[in-house]
């Protein structure tokens, strides 16, 4: 089973951008559609972005135009560019299957300040 783990996150000023980095213990080429989930406090997660193994993306609304997802399968690597960082992107971010999420990682703490 793939075990996933996220980096990348951290504390930034409102506009500010980051990188997410999603690496997978094992191969991700096989799996078809790969997700960026979040969750804020007092929140259920919430799929933000998704990718299929061609590399075809998809955004929720709140992350259109500002978030770009990635995947880069021969280093079983999930990315997420997130630009115009605003306060309520304020989240643990976790890579995952989608659908069907596996075990979670412990997540990347993204903190946006205002």
């Known amino acids: 089973q793939v075990q996933l783990v996220e980096s990348g996150g951290g504390l930034v000023q409102a506009g500010g951008s980051l990188r997410l980095s999603c690496a997978a213990s094992?191969?991700?080429?096989?799996?078809?559609?790969m997700g960026w989930y979040r969750q804020a406090p007092g929140k259920q997660r919430e799929l933000v972005a998704t990718?299929?193994?061609?590399?075809?993306?998809n955004y929720a609304d709140s992350a259109k135009g500002r978030f770009t997802i990635s995947r880069d399968n021969a280093k079983n690597m999930v990315y997420l560019q997130m630009n115009s960082l605003k306060p309520e992107d304020t989240a643990v971010y976790y890579c995952?299957?989608?659908?069907?999420?596996?075990?979670w990682g412990q997540g990347t703490q993204v903190t946006v300040s205002s």
């Open positions: 995952n299957k989608v659908p069907y999420p596996v075990g």
């Open positions: 094992g191969s991700i080429f096989s799996i078809n559609t």
């Open positions: 990718i299929t193994r061609a590399g075809s993306t």
